[in-house]
């Protein structure tokens, strides 16, 4: 069995009006959201299913599904918590995390310190052991026209 194991993780929500926007357990302030069943932090999502796939444990919506009330609105913090107690329980530790937001608005750059300072507080690891960088579409798609924002992750486990 291998050692070492890389998981990609990928989530997208469309951008709606009124609701808190949540970027890596960050609130910023918008008056508007992501669309979703718990907060629709779509980074935070994307980091929980690389780490899910690193251990080839099923997606994130196996465990926390969106048909089940006790997730609804639930802060995705709580769920990354939950998602790498449940790595660590296979006998796996999270050894780093690097991930992309794709957006045309709001302007991720200012708040990625404090983005990498609320998952490395829910994951257990460093600041400086999480990547995280934003760019746009590039004006191409729903990305590109401003009405959805896009996260990719990678994460590496180590079996233990």
Request: with cysteine; glycine share 10%; hydrophobic share 45%.
């Amino acid at each position: 069995m291998a050692r070492f194991r890389i998981g990609h993780g990928y989530d997208i929500h469309r951008i709606v009006p009124g609701r808190p926007l949540v970027l890596g357990g960050v609130k910023f302030d918008t008056d508007y959201g992501l669309d979703g069943h718990s907060d629709a932090d779509c980074l935070t999502h994307a980091i929980c299913d690389a780490i899910l796939g690193a251990a080839a444990l099923p997606d994130i919506g196996h465990f926390f599904p969106n048909t089940d009330p006790a997730f609804k609105n639930i802060d995705s913090q709580v769920l990354l918590q939950r998602v790498c107690t449940e790595v660590a329980n296979q006998g796996y530790t999270l050894l780093n995390i690097d991930a992309s937001v794709i957006a045309e608005r709001p302007k991720i750059y200012p708040r990625l310190a404090d983005m990498k300072a609320a998952l490395a507080k829910s994951t257990g690891l460093f600041p400086d052991e999480i990547g995280l960088k934003a760019t746009t579409n590039e004006g191409v798609g729903d990305l590109g026209k401003g009405i959805a924002i896009a996260a990719h992750a990678v994460a590496l486990l180590l079996r233990s």
